[in-house]
């Protein structure tokens, strides 16, 4: 199955691209196609690139995706369209099949550090686990229910 099929059955459900509002609301014109916010998802969470995704989509105009990730895609309306998710899934019956105890809930973390090659807000400096270069460190958390 198609990952703009999936993400596009997701939104039907629980409409996580209404979190993809516009920095500037005074002066956004018209809001993209869902099929670019669906391009941009699939570019930047796995890896192809938003020129690239541009290329290889043939509905989709490269100025158009570029101009939807750089005034829609914000961490505050990323982070909004995932807590919908969550919470979405957090309601549903399946993942608590594999809860242990109904009450109490199991969790893990994992830190992980991420050579950035490129200019970053969010990257570092570390001799230790860099080198010369920049770095960024994350942390994830994930429950028995298989939730992020």
């Not at 570029?66 to 309601?91: C, E, K, P």
Request: glycine letters at 6%; hydrophobic letters at 35%.
């Amino acid at each position: 199955m198609p990952l703009p099929e999936i993400l596009a059955t997701i939104n039907t459900h629980i409409s996580f691209l209404e979190e993809f509002q516009h920095w500037q609301q005074r002066y956004a014109k018209s809001r993209p196609a869902d099929k670019i916010f669906y391009a941009g998802i699939v570019g930047l969470g796995c890896a192809i690139g938003i020129p690239k995704m541009g290329r290889i989509s043939p509905q989709i105009n490269e100025t158009s995706l570029q101009h939807a990730i750089n005034w829609y895609f914000s961490l505050d309306n990323i982070r909004g369209a995932n807590d919908r998710m969550v919470t979405f899934m957090d309601h549903m019956e399946l993942p608590n099949i594999y809860r242990r105890q109904q009450d109490r809930l199991h969790t893990a973390s994992d830190g992980q550090k991420f050579e950035v090659r490129t200019d970053s807000l969010n990257a570092n400096y570390s001799f230790k686990y860099f080198g010369k270069g920049q770095g960024i460190s994350t942390n994830t958390f994930i429950d028995e229910r298989n939730l992020l």
